[in-house]
C-alpha cells in the first residue's frame, strides 16, 4: 500500500530520477571522462544557476502561472549590483541592492497580473523586454567587470571540495522547499493552482499571496545573477538569454504541470541535473551544439507528452 502511494504521488519524479541515472550510466560507458571527480563537481557548478532559476519558476507554475521575464531580470539585477561594487561600497550592500532589484522586478510582475489582470505571460512578456533594455541602458550595452577577491569568492571558493555555488544551490533548495512544505505560503501557492477562485472563496488573499510568489521568482533570479557575475568576474546586459526556457524545461521535465496544482522542488532539482548531464555528456562526445538544442527540445517534449498521458491514465 505505501509502494502504490509512493508511486502514486512521485512516479513523475522517480521516472525522472531513473532517467537520470541511466543517462549517466550510459554516458560514463561511452566516455571515460565523464565519470570523475572533477567532471561530476563541475556538471553541479553549470547546473547551479539555472537551477536556482528553476526554483523560482517552479512556485509560479505550480500556481498556474508563467515567468517569461527570469533571463532578463538576471541580467537588469546582475549589472546594477555590479555597478554599486565598482564604486568600493561594502558587498553586502551591492548584494541586497542586486537582490532588492530582481524582487522588485518580480513584485511588479505579480501586480500587474493581480491588480492589472494581465495574463502571465503578457505581463511577464513585457517584463522580459522591459528588463533587459534597462539593463541596456544602465550599462549602455557595455560589460561592468572588475570585483574584489571577498565578492568572487561566492563563486570560486570551495568548502569540503564543493564548489560554492553548488552548496548556495543547495541552500536555496532547501529554505524553498520548506517554504513549500511547512507553510501556508506553499499551502495557498497549491490551492491557487489547483482552483483559484475556490482559493479566493476560502478567504485566502490571492492577489496578495500571488504577488508574493512572483516576487520569490523575481528573488531567485537575483540570486542567479549573483553567482553568475561572480563567476565570469562580469556582468553581462545580454545574460540570461533563454534561461527561461532551461528554467521552465528542468520544471516540467522534474514533473510539474503547466496547468498548475502540481510540481516540486525535489523534482525540479532533479530535471535540472539530468539537463545538466545530457549537455555534458554530449559536449564530451563532442556532438554539435546546434544538434543538443534538437535532443534537448525533444526531451522536454516527451516530458510532457509524458506528463499528459500518465494524467489520461489516473483519469
Same mark, same amino acid.
Given at each position: 500500500?505505501?509502494?502504490?502511494?509512493?508511486?502514486?504521488?512521485? &512516479?513523475?519524479?522517480? *521516472?525522472?530520477?531513473? @532517467? %537520470? $541515472?541511466?543517462?549517466? =550510466?550510459?554516458?560514463?560507458? !561511452?566516455? /571515460?571522462? #565523464?565519470?570523475?571527480?572533477?567532471?561530476?563537481?563541475?556538471?553541479?557548478?553549470?547546473?547551479?544557476?539555472?537551477?536556482?532559476?528553476?526554483?523560482?519558476?517552479?512556485?509560479?507554475?505550480?500556481?498556474?502561472?508563467?515567468?517569461?521575464?527570469?533571463?532578463?531580470?538576471?541580467?537588469?539585477?546582475?549589472?546594477?549590483?555590479?555597478?554599486?561594487?565598482?564604486?568600493?561600497?561594502?558587498?553586502?550592500?551591492?548584494?541586497?541592492? &542586486?537582490?532588492?532589484? *530582481?524582487?522588485?522586478? @518580480? %513584485? $511588479?510582475?505579480?501586480? =500587474?497580473?493581480?491588480?492589472? !489582470?494581465? /495574463?502571465? #505571460?503578457?505581463?511577464?512578456?513585457?517584463?522580459?523586454?522591459?528588463?533587459?533594455?534597462?539593463?541596456?541602458?544602465?550599462?549602455?550595452?557595455?560589460?561592468?567587470?572588475?570585483?574584489?577577491?571577498?565578492?568572487?569568492?561566492?563563486?570560486?571558493?570551495?568548502?569540503?571540495?564543493?564548489?560554492?555555488?553548488?552548496?548556495?544551490?543547495?541552500?536555496?533548495?532547501?529554505?524553498?522547499?520548506?517554504?513549500?512544505?511547512?507553510?501556508?505560503?506553499?499551502?495557498?501557492?497549491?490551492?491557487? @493552482?489547483?482552483?483559484?477562485?475556490?482559493?479566493?472563496?476560502?478567504?485566502?488573499?490571492?492577489?496578495?499571496?500571488?504577488?508574493?510568489?512572483?516576487?520569490?521568482?523575481?528573488?531567485?533570479?537575483?540570486?542567479?545573477?549573483?553567482?553568475?557575475?561572480?563567476?565570469?568576474?562580469?556582468?553581462?546586459?545580454?545574460?540570461?538569454?533563454?534561461?527561461?526556457?532551461?528554467?521552465?524545461?528542468?520544471?516540467?521535465?522534474?514533473?510539474?504541470?503547466?496547468?498548475?496544482?502540481?510540481?516540486?522542488?525535489?523534482?525540479?532539482?532533479?530535471?535540472?541535473?539530468?539537463?545538466?548531464?545530457?549537455?555534458?555528456?554530449?559536449?564530451?562526445?563532442?556532438?554539435?551544439?546546434?544538434?543538443?538544442?534538437?535532443?534537448?527540445?525533444?526531451?522536454?517534449?516527451?516530458?510532457?507528452?509524458?506528463?499528459?498521458?500518465?494524467?489520461?491514465?489516473?483519469?
Amino acid at each position: 500500500m505505501n509502494f502504490k502511494k509512493l508511486l502514486l504521488h512521485h &512516479g513523475r519524479q522517480l *521516472g525522472t530520477l531513473a @532517467g %537520470l $541515472l541511466l543517462l549517466v =550510466l550510459a554516458l560514463s560507458l !561511452r566516455t /571515460p571522462y #565523464f565519470l570523475t571527480v572533477s567532471n561530476l563537481l563541475t556538471v553541479l557548478e553549470q547546473v547551479s544557476i539555472n537551477a536556482i532559476v528553476a526554483v523560482g519558476m517552479t512556485v509560479v507554475i505550480i500556481t498556474a502561472g508563467i515567468d517569461l521575464s527570469v533571463g532578463s531580470i538576471l541580467a537588469f539585477a546582475g549589472v546594477v549590483m555590479a555597478t554599486v561594487l565598482q564604486k568600493d561600497l561594502p558587498v553586502p550592500l551591492g548584494l541586497a541592492v &542586486g537582490l532588492g532589484v *530582481g524582487v522588485g522586478c @518580480g %513584485l $511588479l510582475n505579480g501586480l =500587474l497580473i493581480t491588480i492589472g !489582470r494581465l /495574463p502571465p #505571460f503578457i505581463a511577464t512578456l513585457g517584463m522580459m523586454s522591459i528588463a533587459r533594455g534597462g539593463a541596456l541602458l544602465f550599462t549602455n550595452g557595455r560589460p561592468v567587470s572588475g570585483f574584489s577577491d571577498g565578492f568572487r569568492a561566492l563563486a570560486t571558493s570551495q568548502f569540503l571540495y564543493i564548489p560554492m555555488p553548488t552548496l548556495i544551490m543547495l541552500g536555496v533548495y532547501v529554505a524553498c522547499h520548506l517554504l513549500l512544505t511547512r507553510t501556508r505560503f506553499g499551502l495557498y501557492a497549491y490551492a491557487m @493552482g489547483g482552483n483559484e477562485q475556490a482559493t479566493h472563496l476560502s478567504g485566502i488573499n490571492v492577489r496578495l499571496h500571488k504577488t508574493l510568489v512572483y516576487g520569490l521568482c523575481g528573488l531567485t533570479s537575483a540570486i542567479a545573477a549573483v553567482i553568475l557575475t561572480a563567476r565570469l568576474n562580469s556582468a553581462q546586459p545580454i545574460a540570461g538569454m533563454t534561461y527561461e526556457l532551461d528554467a521552465i524545461a528542468a520544471t516540467v521535465i522534474g514533473g510539474a504541470s503547466l496547468m498548475g496544482g502540481q510540481g516540486t522542488l525535489v523534482g525540479t532539482l532533479i530535471g535540472a541535473l539530468l539537463m545538466g548531464v545530457l549537455r555534458n555528456g554530449l559536449n564530451l562526445l563532442e556532438v554539435s551544439s546546434f544538434l543538443q538544442q534538437v535532443i534537448i527540445g525533444a526531451v522536454i517534449i516527451v516530458a510532457v507528452l509524458l506528463d499528459m498521458t500518465l494524467k489520461q491514465n489516473r483519469k
